[in-house]
């Protein structure tokens, strides 16, 4: 089931993977994409004209927010008609000092992204009825995690940390927002060429450069969104969590059940066993699109 095609809203929309995503909503037929940024009003501006320019007037604008600042973050998501929020927005911490600007990771890569999806689920809420979307389309919240919410990456644990976080958030949250009639999806691409990772970067840190080389160098903005719109936002029976690398390809990453869980399920077999085969054996009802 498509993605409503009404206004994407885009955390860091103004450059990086942010810019790739506004515009190849565009292209496939986005009303309109509201890039909420830090940036400066003339950078933000010039952002929005270059879309204005190629997909007409009223196809772009830019919205100055710290998506740290509650008030800030709700008055961002002021908007109607809402197809798609991707909460892109992140920082990273590439001092020698592993808790140099913590706080402030953790609050961007992971607040920005919790708080962003529960104001994208309020603002889907308006716009369902009792039996869900009336125009039968779906609506897509995607958190933009990394490579290394998947995997421990030594000299950025703080990122690690919270990249981490949401997927872990993304991953509960693709279950419990499907009872709303909403897909949340977590994006998990390698290092990608922007402006926190980019060949200036690279050259300045030679760690950074050969941890790059590891994962098989730099991917393109534009690669990642390929993957990103032909896996998820189209596909309703996307998985929760889209992995990129320029090694293995594109995959969804479906983790082994940790032995903890498989110990649960013992269990309630054990002391459920009619309840068990009654949920194994009956047919399931669908779940909303």
């Given at each position: 089931?498509?993605c409503?095609?009404?206004?994407?809203?885009?955390?860091?929309?103004?450059?990086?993977?942010?810019?790739?995503?506004?515009?190849?909503w565009?292209e496939?037929?986005g009303?309109?994409?509201?890039?909420?940024?830090?940036?400066?009003?003339?950078?933000?501006?010039?952002?929005?004209?270059?879309?204005?320019?190629?997909?007409?007037?009223?196809?772009?604008?830019?919205?100055s927010?710290?998506?740290?600042?509650?008030?800030?973050?709700?008055?961002?998501f002021?908007?109607?008609?809402?197809?798609?929020?991707?909460?892109?927005?992140?920082?990273?911490?590439?001092?020698?000092?592993t808790?140099?600007r913590?706080?402030?990771?953790v609050?961007?890569?992971?607040?920005g992204?919790?708080?962003?999806?529960?104001?994208?689920?309020?603002?889907f809420?308006?716009?369902?009825?009792?039996?869900g979307?009336?125009?039968?389309?779906?609506?897509?919240?995607?958190?933009v995690?990394?490579?290394?919410?998947?995997?421990?990456?030594p000299?950025?644990?703080?990122?690690?940390?919270?990249?981490?976080?949401?997927?872990?958030?993304?991953?509960?949250?693709?279950?419990?927002?499907?009872?709303?009639?909403?897909?949340v999806?977590?994006?998990c691409?390698?290092?990608?060429?922007?402006?926190?990772?980019n060949?200036?970067?690279?050259?300045?840190?030679?760690?950074?450069?050969?941890?790059?080389?590891?994962?098989?160098?730099?991917?393109?903005?534009?690669h990642v969104t390929?993957?990103?719109?032909?896996?998820?936002?189209?596909?309703?029976n996307?998985?929760?969590?889209?992995r990129?690398?320029?090694?293995?390809?594109v995959?969804?990453?479906?983790?082994?059940?940790?032995?903890?869980?498989?110990?649960?399920?013992?269990?309630?077999?054990k002391?459920?066993?009619?309840?068990f085969?009654?949920?194994?054996?009956?047919?399931r009802?669908?779940?909303?699109?």
């Amino acid at each position: 089931m498509a993605c409503h095609r009404g206004v994407a809203l885009i955390t860091g929309g103004c450059g990086g993977l942010g810019l790739a995503f506004a515009k190849r909503w565009l292209e496939v037929g986005g009303k309109r994409v509201r890039l909420v940024d830090m940036v400066s009003a003339s950078a933000g501006a010039a952002a929005a004209g270059t879309f204005e320019a190629a997909y007409g007037r009223g196809s772009a604008e830019f919205v100055s927010c710290d998506v740290t600042d509650a008030a800030q973050l709700r008055a961002a998501f002021d908007v109607d008609g809402l197809g798609l929020v991707v909460n892109n927005a992140g920082v990273v911490n590439y001092s020698a000092d592993t808790f140099d600007r913590w706080d402030a990771q953790v609050a961007v890569n992971l607040g920005g992204v919790i708080d962003g999806t529960r104001l994208a689920l309020e603002a889907f809420g308006t716009q369902r009825g009792p039996n869900g979307f009336a125009d039968g389309e779906s609506r897509v919240v995607v958190n933009v995690g990394s490579m290394a919410g998947l995997i421990a990456t030594p000299s950025m644990a703080v990122y690690t940390a919270t990249k981490f976080g949401v997927v872990g958030f993304s991953r509960a949250m693709h279950v419990e927002a499907r009872r709303q009639g909403v897909r949340v999806h977590a994006l998990c691409p390698s290092f990608t060429d922007t402006g926190m990772v980019n060949e200036d970067v690279m050259a300045k840190d030679p760690l950074s450069k050969k941890t790059v080389a590891m994962f098989g160098g730099l991917m393109t903005p534009e690669h990642v969104t390929d993957a990103l719109f032909d896996k998820v936002v189209d596909e309703p029976n996307a998985e929760a969590v889209l992995r990129i690398t320029p090694l293995e390809g594109v995959a969804f990453d479906d983790p082994s059940p940790h032995p903890a869980e498989v110990a649960i399920r013992n269990a309630f077999i054990k002391s459920n066993p009619l309840k068990f085969l009654k949920r194994a054996l009956l047919p399931r009802k669908k779940r909303p699109d």
